[in-house]
C-alpha cells in the first residue's frame, strides 16, 4: 500500500522482447508485489499479451484490463 493507502502500483516496460521474457518478468513482479497490489505490463509482442494474461490468471491474479496504447503497443493491468 502507498502512503494514501491505495494499493501500489508496480510497472514493467517489457516493449523489445519477445515470449517468454515478458512473461519471466511478470512473474517475478509478483513475487514481490504485495496483496491487492496492481501490476501494469507495456508490451510490444502481440503473443507476450495472451500469455502474461494466462500467467496471472493461473496463479491466482485478477486481469483487470488490456489496452491498446500505441502502434503494436498494449498496457496490461493486473490486481494481485
Given at each position: 500500500m502507498s502512503s494514501d493507502g491505495s494499493p501500489k502500483t508496480q510497472v514493467?516496460?517489457?516493449r523489445g522482447y519477445s515470449c517468454p521474457y515478458p512473461q519471466y518478468l511478470t512473474m517475478r513482479a509478483l513475487q514481490t508485489l504485495s496483496e491487492?497490489?496492481?501490476l501494469e505490463i507495456v508490451l510490444d509482442n502481440l503473443p507476450s499479451l495472451e500469455t502474461?494474461?494466462?500467467y496471472a490468471r493461473k496463479h491466482g491474479c485478477r486481469f483487470v484490463s488490456a489496452n491498446r496504447i500505441g502502434d503494436?503497443?498494449?498496457k496490461i493491468t493486473i490486481r494481485k
Open positions: 514493467i516496460d517489457a491487492n497490489g496492481i502474461v494474461q494466462d503494436n503497443v498494449w
